[in-house]
């Protein structure tokens, strides 16, 4: 049986009320990929034009500089790999 | 002091709904229901009720508007009837899927086309999986004071679900009656404030309504469920409550005639005031019937139907809506789920009567008995009074 709920059904609020604001950041939407962005770390000028168009910025900047999507959300959509200057990012198959 | 006065039926509801004290009506006039939206107008008008009576375009916007009162705390009336019904289909599911308690009338009528106006049960039928609380009445008095046990079966804590008081149209509608009504007082003892477990508050921030995403959506389809299955033991404890309060003898399922024969009427709504007589008439005769009689259609009472029935080998069910496509009527499709599989499952018999407006006489449940007991009805359902030239 998967796993996909979030918790059991007497913890729910009522009416599946939600009374933290904002608790959509703990729904990983990533789950909805079919293909994985992948970066040519090579031809990536940091340009940052593939996170200014990320419809989820979850694309932002790593700590070795590079720019990199944050898989959780990532819907492989594949803008990114689209508005890439370089072609530095190519959409693949992603294994689940 | 307590009254007993004559009044049309869709008046006592008014009053009834006045002695409620909601704090939101809002409606949309539809026949055979008009009567109790516009006596309620008036009140709220006349300054007699302290409500807000919101006069809204369309049945989906009563319902919608009923929603959003609700989510703010307050206690919600509304009423409706046959396509008004129909039109609030969506927003029902929202109501009983986000917990909020509301208090509808649905004057029955059949659902057109033919275009027809008259009484039958084939609009709440079309709704049977809306995850309500649905109480049938059969005269005045239970409709006037079934108003009022509604808001309390749906406002309590372990329930918080809308509740829909179904009442055949015209037939008793438009029936004037003897009703007994009781002081304000009595009924504020017996109806308590309405206390929101959950409300639209700026200083406590709450989200009514969410997408109900795949990680989601089931484990809330289930909540509601487990509520609507556990609103059983309240709307019997109300019952109760009801009964001490007012001199009743209401039930979940309830009896009548020879509880121990062979053949018993199984009715729900006024029809079971014309077995009742056809039933008394049978047994002065010295013929062995009985009736039983559905208070409670949802959730559905098995387990008190089952005992109600015990000692009987058939059962004449008289259903008020045809279910197309399928074996039988939709009270005869429950019961035949409720014995599947029992040992002392009787044989059901199944006849659809009373559709659209037409009248059934307490004779024709005499003859239904007879036809029933003689093998003489089909095997899977009879439209009684159909004219046919097969």
Known sequence: MSKQSICAWQKLELGAAIRDPGNASALKTGDWRTLVPVLDEEKCIKCTLCAIYCPEFCISEREDGLFRPDLNYCKGCGICANECPKSAISMVMEDK | MTKRIGTEVSLAVADAVKMAKPDVISAYPITPQTHIVEELSEFVANGELDAEYIP?????????A??????????VYTATSSQGLALMHEILFIASSMRLPMVMTVANRSISGPISIWND?????????????????????????????????????????????????????????????????????????????????????????????????????????????????????VLDDLNKTFGRNYDLIETNGNTGAETRIVTMGSLGESVMTAVDRMNGDGREVGQIRIRLWRPFPAEEFIEAAKGAKRLVVIDRAISPGTGCGPVAQELKSVFYGRPDAPEIVNVIAGIGGRDVPVSDFVKMVEMAEKGELAETYTLWGLNSDA
């Open chain 2, 56 to 64: 809204v375009e369309s049945e989906h916007s009563a319902m919608s």
């Open chain 2, 121 to 237: 049960h084939s609009d709440i039928m079309a709704q049977r999986d809306i995850g309500w609380v649905q109480l049938f009445v059969e005269d005045g008095q239970e409709a006037l004071e079934l108003t009022w046990a509604a808001f309390k079966i749906g406002e309590d804590k372990r329930v918080l679900l809308p509740v829909a008081v179904n009442m055949d149209g015209f037939i008793l509608s438009h029936m004037i009656e003897p009703v007994v009504i009781p002081e304000q007082s009595v009924v504020d003892g017996f109806l308590p404030e309405f206390e929101p477990q959950l409300k639209l508050d700026p200083a406590d921030p709450v989200t009514f309504g969410p997408v109900g995403v795949p990680e989601v959506y089931l484990e809330a389809k289930k909540q509601c469920e487990v509520a609507l299955n556990g609103s059983k033991a309240v709307v019997k404890e």
């Open chain 2, 66 to 75: 009923a929603v959003g009162a609700a989510a703010a705390g307050a206690r």
